[in-house]
């Protein structure tokens, strides 16, 4: 008799219930997509014997991590497409321009006036729809001319006896510096000082879903070490992507075989590690009273994954002006790279109709139709790009939130 | 009925390549299967496709054997054969000697072995026990049995042949002392039936013992069982032996998309035979001396147990059944027993399937006077070749099917057909039709031998309502359904309750609840 039974990805634990064909958001829009049962653990038992059973519809995976979530024999349902898809899956030069998100952003950062300039015209638009695959209804995240981290080297963090290390990652570097200012300011506000990490790459997650599991991998382990170092000193990692947390707190481990167990713990979003230090007492912020905002909270399919959506709530909920409303559990169809791709535009869209719907529900649930004080909050820039370009309201880091509320 | 050159009794691949060889030779040709094709040991063995090198020490001529009908094998059944290569590993505690002695007998036998180091062994298959000190490289390869008979079937019937299933041989229709057909009966019916042939061939494994007495002749043979366990998916890739005297549970195959583990070798009473089970007590032995091989098997998902009985022949000159046999042995009873019209044939291997039938046929048309020579290894069977070009893109619902069974998925209709009904083994309505069509079944388990419907990992737990009904469909009997979904699953217990742990166990109670109806 055996005493446990575990394989690679718990693939035979699965029981073929069914619940994560159930929750799968790609599921319900679209038929040329198998399902997670059986793009997971099915076709994986079929891959082991010849990889010529890889079923390129396997493309069509958003890694959104809920058949996960939802499988009642912890099946790493996602995880076993997402490995397949760095095994067997083939990309192109606009794949690997979407997943390079490091390089293409430090190549654009310097002339950014100019390229999201250029990246806005229609003609422009039109080309790359139509040789590069990227989708003309998307905008590209605008380039910030100036840096996150030139920035952060000016700032004098030297009077502060704490100190945690900040994973800023490619958006906050490169698009949107403001978000990465703002979670100083809170930390600052919190007694700790910030520091970067010796070394930082893209998490790889672009890369992963693009199949370029190998730079995926050299990037990851570059993260790690210095991760490692800042670890030793006693400093916690403070992120504010769920995606980037998500990706190398689990897909490091389970997708690229990189051994993180003693930096797990530490790596985590400010909203957990704020939470904590809060209700421990050890920090305590003071809010605005006079901040009225009305939000609707989407929670991200990685932060639902990691579960650590209650820790933001509570944060916000500790702001006297702020009225909120939880939004049901909805994928937004993004999904990172995926919805820039012209062929999954319409999935994209599709998918995310359920949680545009709640969120204008979550609108009038608020009394907010003409408010301009309505935000969507997120902890995930790719969901805030999907929002914003399809319901155009605005959506908020909660870091941004916060530190908008703070005294 | 007309009277038949020959008549072959079983269905099981001995069986069914003699008809295959029968017809081709031009004799009109009758197999009677009491059951389902391949329902007796040809369906619960291991599948493997020896080089022979298991052999090549102890009995030299069976090695030979093999490895030319291996080569054989591999040309005309392609869609049945899976070129996974073997090994042949020496642990701690087994003799390096045995190895140089091993590989030398291989050489001798004409077969291809070749000594690799530990770490070649370890890169070759990961799998494999890494504290392994020395490691043969053979030709030994996956066989699909239920594939091979159905094949060696297909093509008996496109040479002229009939195939009567579900009819049981009980008896023998007799003049002047020779045998001249059988008397037959199938289910439901009292009376039965006479059938006449020139000849009559008994291929039916173990059971020939039972039949022969009919004809009040005496064969000594004993029942020996052997119990293998199957495990969720492929652990390793190729077949892993162990390097010393052949014993119990020393070869893993990788079986289509899961692993078998096997084998023991008891001998049983013959009450037995009609029922045979692994028990608990088998599988635990086979875990023990399986994880010596392939570690990761002590904690690998187990699906089932199952076993199956070798027709053991004892040497007629032995009176007290020590020799026995596992060569093959043709008995012309009109030599032996001075009964005309009867020949048995039995002994072999899976591997061996081919030259047995050659071998019986020579015999069946040297009586008959027919001079036809023997063309079954120059000519494929049908699904050999090659089912696609190799630049055409092939639909993924098509993909498991061509792996099952080659070009003869050319005879399926995916445009009607293309959804997928049995979920963990990606059998679609199509090939069921073509089952249902080519092949007729009863129920769902013989749909299950000739498609591996309900043979992955939920055992049919989540489909088998939808295979049921597609079935009933297929059958035109739309009120069955419930009667096909209870038969299947009380067989399925059967293999499953051996090892009623770990996630199997979860499966079970899983099923149990989906189905509390029919359970």
Known sequence: MQENNISAGNLEQCLKCNLCTLVCPMMAVNAHYPGPKKAGPDGERYRLKDPQYYDYALKYCLNCKRCEVACPSGVMVGDIIQAARLRYAGHNLRDWALANTDLVGSLASPFAPVVNGVLGLKPVKSLMHAFMGVDSHRTFPSYSARRFTSWMRRQDQGGFDKFVSFFHGCYVNYNYPQLGKDLVRLVNAAGYGVHLLEKEKCCGVALMSNSMGAQARRQGEINLASMRKAIAAGEDILTVSSTCTFTMRDEYPHVLALENAEVRPHLMLLSKWLYQKMESGEVSLRFRRDLHLKIAYHTSCHMQKLGWRNFTLELLRKIPGVELVEMDQQCCGIAGTFGFKKENYAYSQAIGGRLFDEIGAARVALGAQSDPGFVVCTECETCKWQIEMSTGVPVMNPVSILAMALE | ?519
């Open chain 2, 1 to 519: 009925m007309k009277e038949f050159d020959v008549i072959v009794v079983g269905g099981g691949i001995t069986g069914a390549a003699t008809a295959r060889d029968c017809a081709m030779r031009g004799l009109s040709t009758l197999l009677i299967e009491r059951s389902d094709i391949c329902d007796g040991a040809s369906g619960r063995n291991h599948g493997l496709l020896h080089s022979g090198a298991r052999y090549a020490v102890t009995d030299k001529e069976g090695a030979e054997e093999c490895i030319r009908e291996n080569r054989i094998l591999r040309r005309i059944a392609s869609n049945c054969v899976e070129p996974t290569g073997g090994l042949f590993i020496t642990l701690p505690g087994d003799s390096l000697e045995y190895q140089e002695n091993f590989v030398r007998c291989c050489r001798d036998a004409g077969i291809d072995a070749v000594p690799i180091s530990p770490k070649e062994a370890l890169r070759l298959e990961p799998a494999v026990n890494p504290e392994l000190i020395g490691a043969v490289k053979v030709p030994d390869a996956s066989v699909d049995p239920f594939r091979l008979t159905d094949a060696n079937i297909i093509d008996a019937m496109q040479h002229g042949a009939t195939i009567l299933k579900f009819h049981t041989v009980t008896g023998f229709v007799r003049n002047n002392g020779r045998v001249c057909g059988v008397r037959v009966t199938k289910p439901g019916v009292i009376r039965s039936q006479e059938i006449r042939a020139r000849m009559v061939v008994l291929a039916a494994g173990i059971w020939t013992a039972g039949l022969i007495r009919e004809a009040g002749i005496n064969i000594g043979m004993l029942p020996s069982k052997g119990a293998l366990v199957i495990f969720g998916h492929r652990v390793a890739g190729m077949v892993i032996n162990r390097c010393r005297k052949p014993s119990n549970a020393d070869i893993l195959v990788p079986g289509d998309v899961v692993s078998v583990l096997g084998t023991t070798s008891d001998k049983v009473p013959f009450e037995g035979i009609d029922d045979m089970r692994a028990t608990p007590e088998e599988v635990d032995l086979l875990l023990r001396e399986g994880v010596s091989l392939v570690p990761a098997l002590s904690h690998t998902r187990i699906i089932r147990a199952y076993a199956g009985v070798r027709p053991l022949v004892m040497a007629d000159s032995d009176g007290d059944g020590r020799s026995v046999s596992r060569g093959i042995v043709v008995l012309d009873h009109e030599q032996r027993d001075g009964v005309p019209g009867l020949i048995t044939i039995t002994g072999g291997k899976l591997t061996t399937c081919r030259l047995m039938a050659e071998m019986v046929t020579d015999a069946v048309c040297a009586k008959l006077g027919v001079k036809a020579v023997c063309e079954t290894a120059l000519r494929p069977l049908p699904g050999s070749g090659k089912a696609h070009k190799d630049d055409e893109e092939v639909p993924y619902f098509k993909r498991a099917a061509i792996g099952r069974h080659g070009t003869e998925v050319s005879r399926m209709d995916f445009d009607l057909g293309h959804e997928i009904i049995c979920e963990c083994e990606q059998v679609t309505r199509a090939e069921i039709k073509y089952a249902v069509k080519t092949l007729g079944v009863r129920n769902i388990s013989d749909l299950r031998r000739h498609t591996r419907i309900g043979m992955g990992t939920c055992q049919g737990s989540f489909c088998i309502k939808k295979v049921a009904a597609v079935l009933a469909e297929e059958l035109g009997e739309p009120l069955r359904e419930k009667e096909f979904i209870d038969e299947y699953l009380q067989e399925r217990w059967k293999g499953i309750t051996p090892v009623f742990w770990g996630d199997s166990l979860r499966e079970a109670e899983y099923m149990q609840r989906t189905h509390k109806d029919e359970i």
